[in-house]
């Protein structure tokens, strides 16, 4: 969603990120349905222009690039042509800003080089209501398709794995090959589009491809023997691409057959005590701001980019935070004559601003550009020897460069090094010598110019005058 939106510092058009950015899903584990197509164009919500549903990401530039609007969280929308079309009818109704969040980019910058972008989410109830509707909609479809698949009684296939053909109920192939052959992808009555579901496996095991790792044979018997010695005869439950053919993950869009499955099984332990002992968070896989590299956590990847990449985040704020609190001193000795600085601790960098700057070192980094100099390089290798070679890993543009609205959205929607960022104040237990803030107080050694020059003074002749 986020990602979308485009930085108009940039003035070279191939600069503009476009595209949702992602990284790959294996990484995080996020399990996401995509919104089931039957052919239907999807037109635009304020325009006539329309796009094949198998175009929606071509949509997406159109509005950004055209329209200035971003749709949040466009993967959770169940039903995406119905909801386009809901508000096309609405914003002809009503001004586009009744409904939207408006953010103005480089709101520091020139009055000409500034732009407002629209932001469509569920944070307007409406929209909330619509998007609940649409899922509510389409879990009714695929339970009314399971009912259907499970009454049909002119089913008829062959197995894939002997080729002994079964008609009747699917039950009766998807149990054989759970008894004779050891392969369950499930119980049949937990199954929608039952068809669809073989018809991917047999094409898998036609191409040599096994079912679990996903590698490619060069023939089935190699294939078959694999399978065997591997105990791979059996689908990864963490393919993604399986995830339609499961009820289950249509009961709550966004959420994984796992994560439904664990609060379920929170609810039949309600009545007993919390025991936490055996629990196992998913983890993080945060991905290096300047490689491939992945960790599971927060640690791991710190150090990652410390010792290859001689990057260091923690450094980097707290020199950021001891920056500001520099700034802040030196204009208060020169423009206030008669007090003292005293100096106590400071809070460093907030969240909010630790969140725009891993955005933007991510977004430079994208688009192969120096976040220091503004340099830009060929490849993101070339830009990485860059860094090092220039000593402008540990540098920055002035803040007013990065601390910008348009790096509260994520580069990457899919970033897990900003959930591990955590406030500076929460993270500190005790006064840091090295980061102060001034707080001012009264200078008192000359008492006499002082009161001639106070307000109450002033105000005290000025009433005496009147009377």
Known sequence: MAAQMHNTNLTAKQDCILEPLCFPEHLCGSASLTSSSDGRPVTCSLCSDSFPASEKDQLLKHMVLDHKLVIADVKLIADFPRYMLYWKKRFTEQPITDFCSVIKTNSEGPVEQQEHYFLLCDALPEDRILREQLQQRRL???????QKERDDTTFHRACMFCSEEF???RSSLLNHMAKEHSFSIGLPDNIVYCNEFLNTLEWKLENMQCLYCEKTFRDKTTLKDHMRKKQHRRINARNQEYDRFYVINYLELGKTWEEVQSEDDRELFEDEDDDWSDWQAHPVCAVCLFCEQQAETMEKIYTHMEETHEFDLHKLKTDLSEYNCRNVALFLKRTLKYFNVICVVCPG???????????YIRRELHQCRCY??????ETKEELVQHL??????MQLPEISHWDQPQYYFPTYEN???LTALSDSESESEGPNPSSEVPVIAEDISNLKVIKQTSVLNKLLKDRGGSN
Not at 140 to 146: F, M, T, Y
Not at 388 to 393: D, Q
């Open 167 to 169: 008609t009747g109920n």
């Open 388 to 393: 090092v070679n220039t000593g402008h890993v």
């Open 140 to 146: 009714e479809e695929v339970l009314d398709q399971q």
């Open 372 to 377: 220091c100099c503004q340099e830009k390089f």
């Open 415 to 417: 970033d897990a090094l």
């Open 349 to 359: 960098l907030k969240f909010y601003q630790q969140v725009k700057l891993v955005n």
